[in-house]
């Protein structure tokens, strides 16, 4: 699909956000880590809460983790979601440490739990972006 046909917000990819997307497109998710204090974080940032170094690399991480928080959006903030009103957002703590916003999928809004386990799938919208979402880690 291209992203001219492709309904939803797309995120903006530039030189920093990069390898984050280039790992979702082969299904790894991929998280900077601080290269002097071993901070893992996410979003991407020039430099490190902790330590404030700005020496970082890019760590494959597992992909799993356990929904810190929820809501269910009842509004369509965009025209794409339309379709998908009412829909769940999660904050998914990694096991690694970092927390991200992303989907559930695949899991009944009334059996989303706090501290359930999930685990990253991967969803590619268009030829260019591939975003990740969370599924119930049976």
């Known amino acids: ?19 984050h997307w280039e790992g979702n497109a082969v299904h790894e998710l991929r998280v900077q880590r601080c290269d002097d204090c071993g901070t893992t974080r996410f979003p991407a940032s020039r430099w490190c809460a902790h330590c404030l170094s700005e020496k970082t690399s890019w760590q494959k991480v597992s992909g ?18 339309e379709s998908d ?6 904050l998914v703590e990694l096991d ?21 386990r999930v685990r990253a799938v991967f969803d590619k919208v268009t030829d260019d972006v591939t975003l990740v ?5 049976k």
């Open 133 to 137: 979402k969370f599924e119930e880690d």
């Open 1 to 19: 699909m291209s992203a001219a046909t492709y309904t939803k917000p797309l995120p903006k990819i530039d030189e920093r956000t990069k390898p």
């Open 85 to 90: 009103v009412p829909y769940a957002v999660a």
């Open 96 to 116: 690694e440490g970092p927390k991200m916003y992303s989907n559930l999928v695949g899991i009944p809004r009334d059996q989303i739990k706090i501290g359930m």
């Open 64 to 81: 799993k983790g356990k929904v810190w928080s929820w809501c269910v959006f009842h509004r369509a903030y965009f025209k794409g979601f």
